[in-house]
């Protein structure tokens, strides 16, 4: 995998060191499925005549990525969290959730486990989603597996890595759970396009950062963290509070970032970012890379108040794929950033394989983002072993359809602004160009419509949106790159950097803060948001094109194009536009079933309705129930650990279907307990519920008295007023109250034998609760027979 930073000048490259070795392959013999139709899981790539290969086999490890468990369901789910009128509606899953209802089934990941078994291979660990099975061993026994050809290769790096060189096949019947297959690709190392913009020399390195707003303003074209804030409207969200609290960015990384030139970027800024990192597979090699350090430096300068979690891994191997499906099995962030990409026609790639990965994450509620590109309409530029790498081309994952890709603007003034399509020509001493086009693998989804797609545009177009790009116009960030011996007189310190690459850490740090100034713990997919704000929550970019190397890419318009996708985020409208659908208070209400409650029982059971300005039920919406008094205990639908205090209870209740969520309130003691939902920091509606303590039934009656021989029969009816408290039996006397027999439980009729035949008796009843008995009622005379 690429990725996507892009600096002044193009970055000193290791070369690869060319040992002529002769190529010695894995061949495999035919084994007893042979017979058995064969389904191709992975491509192949031609292995590059100048890399060195080992006669020897290796052991190595990859990855198999198992089809979901019905994947129609699985489809409209994700389509009903962002459907308003769904009662899925934003009703995220945890990872365990996913795996039971979508993840593979036991049977599938069994017979997977016994087919790479019966071969010699090791089967390790199933993935927490239920969507990633870890499996080793010998490139020899890989090679039978798949009924395929296995090369071994030595890296630039000294390590051994293993490809495909003819397509893998598996018997039907197994290859039909699997989606894709991961760890075959990057035998060369994946070069970085690493461009700088001209500095001058005075202004490289600054010595001091004298402010928080000012580090090297403009440097070479570069803007501040203060100016890009100005930009895109962060400026307003930090005076508001909103700087990304309670939120996640998972940064994706397969290099390693500098701790110390971190360290220098946050003093200059005066920042200390909440920052942890997660080594997958053993983590990226020892030397510091400057695409990771930019993307720190940056997400947690414009999310102050974020969180920042950095997952790095190995770029060879498994590691692309398994850093993926870390950040979705421990399901922590709640965005995830990725600068790392290819072409989707690289053939040792495998978009195919990160689809459930995608998937998971979707139903999780995490917003995916990625750079588009830098080469342009030409993605593959650049890639070993693709034909006519200049031909129009896409970047995965930014390409993916339940990822939002982010493309790449010139920014020639902050004031208004000016943007166009970022373009610098492939003649130039600084190339590139923002990313964008229409993919060869996905169809164009149905929440994809805005002004400028048509009825022709079936394929997954890209980018989604664009953000600075231009190298010459980009973001001012810190690295020293020593480790990587990179710094040169115009390349140490403080430098503007540009690339898509600065794009997607910048889009997480928007989308963070708006999740927080909206009231939710994740915005989840957003691309559907992005598009239903098409023409209210972008600024349209019309200007530049992205047809780097002069064949035929695309051009700016008006509305959405594949250049600049729906332009840049409007300061204004973009963060509002991210909010779930917002509810109107005015159609909304709470109501209780009764002012008047008891204390000691389960008490007020009240609703409240939670619709938008059209009248329309939100649904699965998660509401706020806060509870006041004055002393005792005070709960929310009986549950204690919604108390929070004396005389106080707070507690998170979901909308149903039709957009109600029904609660009762208890309190321990007698007092006026205010209680007030609220719905995304907004108030729903207010009511207050008198409690009392519970008192003595109201007065029974009798419903019907009939004379038997010997006796009569009895029906009580109830009291209008059960005192607060449940009748717990009823009573009845034949003496006028001097004595009283009760009514088996829960009795409200009984026969009376034995008594004086042709005798009057007078008849009361009274019902009992817990505090005691009733008044007698009313009384009535009845006659015996014979």
Not at 556 to 564: L, N, Q
Request: hydrophobic share 40%.
């Amino acid at each position: 995998m690429r990725h996507r930073l892009v600096h002044p000048s193009w970055a000193t490259l290791t070369p690869i060191v060319l040992c002529g070795a002769l190529a010695s392959l894995a061949l495999a013999s035919t084994p007893a499925t042979a017979v058995a139709p064969r389904v191709v899981v992975a491509t192949a790539s031609p292995v590059p005549a100048n890399v060195t290969v080992v006669a020897a086999p290796i052991t190595t490890r990859f990855d198999v990525t198992l089809r979901v468990r019905d994947a129609a369901a699985l489809t409209a789910y994700i389509a009903g969290l962002a459907d308003p009128s769904s009662p899925d509606y934003r009703r995220f899953l945890t990872t365990s959730e996913f795996a039971s209802r979508f993840g593979a089934s036991q049977s599938s990941v069994a017979s997977l486990r016994r087919y790479f078994s019966n071969f010699g291979l090791h089967v390790g660990s199933l993935s927490k989603g239920r969507v990633v099975l870890h499996v080793s061993g010998s490139t020899t026994a890989i090679a039978h597996a798949f009924s395929t050809s296995v090369v071994s290769v030595r890296r630039a790096n000294g390590q051994l890595a293993a490809q495909f060189v003819a397509p893998a096949t598996l018997p039907a019947s197994i290859g039909s759970m699997v989606a894709g297959i991961g760890g075959f690709s990057s035998v060369i190392e994946p070069s970085s396009n690493l461009v700088r913009a001209h500095v001058s020399e005075h202004a490289s390195t600054p010595s001091s950062c004298s402010s928080t707003t000012n580090p090297a303003q403009n440097l070479g074209g570069g803007y501040n963290v203060a100016q890009q804030a100005t930009l895109y409207g962060l400026s307003a969200q930090w005076q508001a509070g909103h700087t990304g609290v309670g939120q996640t960015i998972g940064i994706y990384e397969l290099g390693q970032y500098d701790p110390a030139d971190v360290a220098t970027f946050d003093q200059c800024y005066k920042i200390t970012p909440n920052l942890s990192t997660v080594n997958v597979d053993n983590g990226p090699g020892p030397a510091f890379s400057d695409e990771a350090t930019l993307d720190v430096e940056e997400a947690a300068a414009l999310a102050p108040g974020a969180n920042i979690i950095v997952y790095q891994g190995p770029q060879g191997q498994n590691g692309p794929l398994d850093v993926f499906q870390t950040m979705a099995d421990q399901n922590v962030a709640t965005v995830v950033s990725t600068s790392w990409g290819t072409c989707e026609d690289d053939q040792s790639n495998s978009p195919s394989a990160e689809v459930p990965i995608f998937e998971q994450m979707a139903t999780q509620g995490q917003t995916v983002l990625s750079a588009a590109g830098d080469e342009g309409s030409s993605d593959c530029h650049g890639i070993t072993g693709v034909a006519g790498q200049n031909q129009l081309a896409v970047d995965d994952p930014a390409s993916q359809p339940l990822v939002t890709g982010v493309g790449g603007l010139t920014i020639s003034s902050i004031a208004g602004p000016t943007e166009s399509v970022w373009n610098t020509g492939a003649g130039t001493s600084n190339p590139g160009a923002g990313g964008g086009g229409k993919s060869i693998l996905w169809k164009r989804p149905s929440w994809q419509n805005a002004t400028g797609i048509t009825g022709a545009d079936t394929a997954r177009l890209v980018p989604d949106l664009s953000v600075m790009g231009d190298p010459r116009t980009g973001f001012v960030m810190y690295y020293s790159g020593v480790a990587s011996g990179q710094c040169t007189k115009n390349a140490c310190g403080w430098q503007p950097v540009g690339g898509t690459s600065i794009g997607s850490p910048l889009v997480s740090a928007l989308v963070v803060t708006a999740a927080q100034a909206c009231g939710v713990g994740r915005l989840g997919f957003i691309n559907p948001a992005l598009y239903a704000m098409a023409t209210s929550g972008f600024i349209d970019v019309t200007l530049g094109n992205n047809d780097l190397f002069s064949v035929g890419g695309y051009a700016a318009g008006v509305g959405y194009d594949m250049a600049s996708g729906l332009g840049s985020p409007r300061p204004g409208t973009f963060f509002t536009g991210l909010c779930p659908t917002p509810f109107d208070t005015a159609h909304s209400s709470v109501s209780p079933t009764s002012l008047r409650a008891t204390t000691g029982v389960p008490g007020a059971g009240l609703r409240a309705s939670v619709r938008t300005s059209s009248g329309q039920a939100i649904t699965n919406a998660s509401v706020v129930v806060s509870a006041v008094g004055s002393s005792g205990t005070v709960k929310v639908d009986g549950d204690v650990a919604s108390a929070t205090g004396a005389g106080t209870a707070t507690y998170d209740v979901t909308t149903d279907a039709t957009g109600a969520a029904s609660f009762t309130v208890t309190s321990s003691t007698p007092q006026v307990v205010t209680v007030t939902v609220t719905y995304q920091s907004q108030t729903v509606g207010t009511s207050s519920i008198a409690f009392a303590a519970p008192t003595a039934p109201g007065r029974a009656s009798i419903a019907k008295l009939t004379a038997l021989a010997a006796g009569f029969s009895l029906r009580v009816h109830a009291p209008s007023n059960t005192g607060g408290s449940a009748i717990t039996r009823y009573q009845y006397s034949t003496n006028a109250g001097a004595s009283w027999v009760t009514l088996a439980r829960g009795a409200t009729s009984a026969t009376v034998a034995h008594l004086a035949k042709r005798h009057t008796y007078v008849v009361v009843v009274r019902a009992v609760n817990a505090v005691g008995p009733g008044p007698a009622s009313a009384r009535h005379l009845v006659r015996t027979k014979a």
